[in-house]
């Protein structure tokens, strides 16, 4: 994995190839034999199932990875990290695995070596058959388990991960906004910018990756800000004061859009964004913030993101 980071330019992201190559040269040694394993650390009694899709020791290399191509540190948030990406746990390429090695199962010769141990571990319900069978139950396919078939092992792999990532979504979504109070405080800026499970534009700008990842840092709450090293120093939310005015709590929208102390940067940003969208000056600045760290037109994320990212230079230089 680290070798890989050798093989394509190191002054940009460049997102697409460097998980075409994760996913042509990692995840198949990641995952192998995945479909004999992976069940028993997936689907664990009493644990919610998307939980442990994040906790599968293979996604720890997998977000891993995706922090090293953004330059983000680690303690970046592993759900915002993928959704920010777009990418779907590796357990669901270990179910879809384990579903298809189960097909081949069922329509082996019944005097081969594999196919006496699945009927034995089938009778017995007992090992992958119990996982299996659970699984299965759950995302209400009991009429396949008791066929021991399937007309089409495509079209269900299909449908049940089309089923498991809907279900993954809507985790996500809630531990934006129903998580433990620590959580959502740390994410309470991403759930508000973040609307949907993609792949954002502004991750494909021709743009440095030093100054994307400064952008990425301010979005996710990964970034240097009082916001986030308050909560390292165990400092009180209210008491994060902005070290630049010394007025204000150093939120994100704080730094964009309130700090005077950046006010000729911001203006500078402003008016290039006032270029594109005439319309920018008569927002608020909430919804000012929101357009800056949203933006899906080409053209206006590349300003959005030097701009952001020349304040946040600005700002550490001067708390050195």
Known sequence: MFSLRNILP?????LVPHLRLFDACVQPILLYGAEIWSFDYLFKNNTQQEKQYI???PEKVHTRYLKIIMGLNRSAVNITVLSETGRFPLAMC??????????????????????IAYNHSFRNN???CNKLQSFLNSLHFNHV???QNTPSIKGLTRAITLQIKDRYIKFWRSCLTEGNSNFMSKLRCYNNIKQDYKLESYLL???GKKVVSQY???????????IEEGRHKNISSKDRICPLCKSEVESEIHFITECPSLAPLRHKLYTSISDIVPDFNLMNNANKFHFIMSSNDYDISKTCINGVAEMYEYRLEKNK
Do not use: C, P
């Open 10 to 14: 190191q002054n940009r992201i460049s």
């Open 55 to 57: 906790n599968f020791l």
């Open 94 to 115: 270990a179910i879809k695995s384990t579903l298809n090695f189960w097909h081949h199962l069922t329509n082996s010769k019944e005097n081969t070596v594999a196919k």
């Open 126 to 128: 007992i090992g992958l």
């Open 145 to 147: 388990w008791e066929n």
């Open 205 to 207: 700008t021709d743009v």
């Open 216 to 226: 990425i840092k301010l979005r996710i709450s990964n970034s240097k800000l009082m």
